[in-house]
């Protein structure tokens, strides 16, 4: 269930809503970068990307970017991304190695380095704005959902947690979440829609992890299509513990769309 690591320094994941699609870097600097992507996407304005720096400090990184380009051809597409901020959870020193021996940045602003969500992020300053752009639709065993469906904006996220329907439990991967509600994948038998689950998900504000307490309903569901078992599941919540009605739960939310440290 975890996401998927990319192989080389060349390749780059890119963290979509319901799924990691690969990359291949064509073009690097320290604002941002080219990359070909073997399908069509529809990334939207802003996209999150996964990277494994191999260097003097290894370790993963995870980048927000605006996407100022983004070009189909031949069931292929490139874009064109500009960083917003970078997150690692191995902590400055990766990030400065990532920033200077692949990006190729001379001298990293010591004040754009802050710790949050388990690591630490790197901000860069804003040089123009994140220009909207229309999402594709997002496929589902019953077709395809167009975002006019959807009340709020779902926000991409790696996130492993656990599910719990009645007296039984199982692990899955939370693949992107909102204020209302999850999607999640997992390698078990999924449970039907209109089924009540508790999901635990851990969370890391403000430097003090905890568990918040998902309880909803089985909205919909989508079978894998390579195995017996499994697939995806979107839950709508029905009750938020979090110890603060909700509130922190919505913080948090709103900080990975804001890629924001705290």
Known sequence: MASVT???EDTCILLMETGDVPGQI????AE????????????????????HHH???SGPVRAMCAVDESKEFDGRTVIEVRFLALHSTAGQPCLQAFLTEFLGLATPEASSFKPGAGG????????????PRPQG??????????????????????????????NDTFR??????????????????????????VVGYPVALHAKPFNVKLTGDVVWVMPAMTAT????????????DDDADGAAWREYVTREAEFAGG
């Open 26 to 29: 064509l073009r690097k600097n």
């Open 55 to 57: 260097g003097s400090v």
């Open 32 to 51: 941002g970068m080219r990359v070909h992507i073997d399908r069509v996407v529809s990334p939207g304005g802003t996209l999150k990307m996964a990277f």
């Open 6 to 8: 990319p192989k080389t």
């Open 120 to 131: 630490v992020f790197y901000g860069f300053r804003a040089t123009r704005g994140v220009t």
């Open 172 to 197: 899955a991967q939370a693949y992107n979440v909102s204020s209302s509600g999850i999607y999640l994948l997992a390698n078990e038998t999924l449970p039907p829609i209109g089924t009540r689950v």
């Open 137 to 166: 639709p997002v496929s589902r065993s019953t077709g395809q959902v167009q975002h006019s469906e959807r009340r709020e904006q779902r926000v991409a996220v790696r996130v492993p947690v656990v599910v719990r329907v009645g």
């Open 229 to 240: 078992a499994g697939g995806g599941l979107g839950i709508r919540f029905t009750h938020i």
